[in-house]
């Protein structure tokens, strides 16, 4: 299975000018799974509730919908990608997994950082895989959510075999942290991870790049630079992800202690 990631830096608020860049990032590139960064249409650095809502996409009429929609019909894969969620009068940081059948799902970030907290709705859905095309069993995270080994644990037991993480990582040891995410949970881990700056009223983001994709056995298959703007893909066999023993003797999972946890 050929899976990546895409990393750029956005620009804010230029929708169709983003779309259009990453269209032509993926240029001839194929893969069966690839992700894309957190808010990847829109940027990040929102000012208001207000600015939120006006970008807010609601489903499945976004631009950004009908865009992966376009991607994975015409390429024949699976994209994810984060969007501003508009449901009602809630708005969600959330990520799109949309299939080249027209199948997709919604994930709405569940650890909201910083200011985040004061724009974006609370998301309540508990973890849960999606099914790809051959049954591979996708999760999804979104940025944040990687200080939480609660999250991918969920999904690691649940039975998620490829873990796809948009970001808009600000923190600089996230990248390292996800080596031993991916180890403890014997998953993969695929970081699409943004870069540049965002400084907007009194807010401003630096965003780390280093987007990656790691091993179940935590070994960093691939890693871009803080500042490329490239698509990267390599080959996986998600299965080697349902395999849970360390060694003969060590099975990450049946090993925990709940009992006295
Ligand atoms: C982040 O969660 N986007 C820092």
Known sequence: MKVGFLQFNPEFGKVDENLEKVESIIGNVVCDLLVLPELFSTGYTFKSKAEVIKFGESIPDGKTLKFLKKVATEKKMSIVGGFVERDGKKVYNSSLLYLENSKYFIYRKKHLYRYEKNIFDTAYEPYKFFLIQNGIKVGLLICFDWLFPEAMRQLALSG??????????????????????????????????????????????????????????GRILLRAGEDDEVISVIDINPDDALNKFLNPQNNIFSDRREDIY
């Open 160 to 217: 998620a075999q490829v873990i796809c993480h948009s970001a808009n990582l600000v923190m600089d040891v996230c990248q390292d942290a996800m080596v031993t995410r991916a180890l403890e949970n014997r998953v993969f881990v695929i970081t699409a991870n943004r870069t540049g700056m965002e400084k907007r009223g009194r807010f401003e983001n630096r965003f780390t790049g280093m987007s990656q994709i790691v091993s179940p056995e």
